[in-house]
């Protein structure tokens, strides 16, 4: 029992200093302050927190030739966003979709600059609608970022060749 509280004791202690000393503001609260940063592109740099996973865009209400299109999704740690020119410490999960096919380019543990458009998630539309915002909100997820072509994503260090995450890409 004394091991056991011992053990808790240091496991809350250690997590009380991480989240303390984590820099920055939360993305969606900064997002939920200024709105108007959804309707332009701003800059979003970060780390790669996941392995790239690419699907196909399957929708009845978009043309034939969109039908197939191919779509990459990862999550970045935040950790800057650029906007009028300044950097400004950001800190939360943010789960990124590219048009195209982004997974090539980067790999999990890189350093990445984006360029696209931030969003909170949206709730239900309707009575009973699964709540997808919610269910972000409970993965850790603080935002959503579009980017319009793989070319809005810049590399700006890439994991080392040694490192466990990018071998297992």
Known sequence: PLLHLAILSVGGALWSVRSTTQDGRDLALLLQERPAWSESAVRLCGTVACIPALD??????????????PRTAFLLHSAWLLSDRRPLPVRGLCRVWVD????????????VELIGRLRLPEGPRNPGEFDYAQYLSRTGISAQMFLRHPAAIEVRQRAGFWSIRRQLN
Do not use: H, K, L, M
């Open 56 to 69: 196909t865009v399957r929708d009845s209400a978009v043309s034939s030739a969109e039908v197939n299109r």
């Open 100 to 111: 195209g096919d982004a997974a090539e380019r980067i790999s999990w543990g890189d350093s």
